[in-house]
Nanobody, 123 residues
Framework: EVQLVESGGGSVQAGGSLRLSCAAS????????MGWFRQAPGKEREGVADIAPVGSFSVADSVRGRFTISRDNAKNALYLQMNSLKPEDTAMYYCAADNAVRGGCAGWPLRWRGQGTQVTVSS
């Protein structure tokens, strides 16, 4: 059973930084596409970033240059470094996973997700 547990959310002022972490278990982590998506009240779900088993990644235009996704296959861990946060980044952030397709990520949505961690950015 795939289990994903997020941590690191919180409340910060605009311009601040947070680092989200995701602990994965129950599957062969190093063979899976991993990612982060977010959802704010009244808004559609948005894929923020994803990363393939070998480390190639993609980032949404809305966060490019501010957010960085990374993974540590030895620790079964996924990270999202968020800098220069804006109020519009306020959302519940979810860690997600899916089988890699030809070694890469096939796009959103990913099959499994965690319970989420709240990020709130005040102006």
């Amino acid at each position: 059973e795939v289990q994903l547990v997020e941590s690191g959310g919180g409340s910060v002022q605009a311009g601040g930084s947070l680092r989200l972490s995701c602990a994965a278990s129950g599957y062969n982590y190093s063979n899976y596409c991993m990612g982060w998506f977010r959802q704010a009240p009244g808004k559609e779900r948005e894929g923020v970033a994803d990363i393939a088993p070998v480390g190639s990644f993609s980032v949404a235009d809305s966060v490019r240059g501010r957010f960085t996704i990374s993974r540590d296959n030895a620790k079964n861990a996924l990270y999202l470094q968020m800098n220069s946060l804006k109020p519009e980044d306020t959302a519940m952030y979810y860690c997600a996973a899916d089988n890699a397709v030809r070694g890469g990520c096939a796009g959103w949505p990913l099959r499994w997700r965690g319970q989420g961690t709240q990020v709130t950015v005040s102006s």
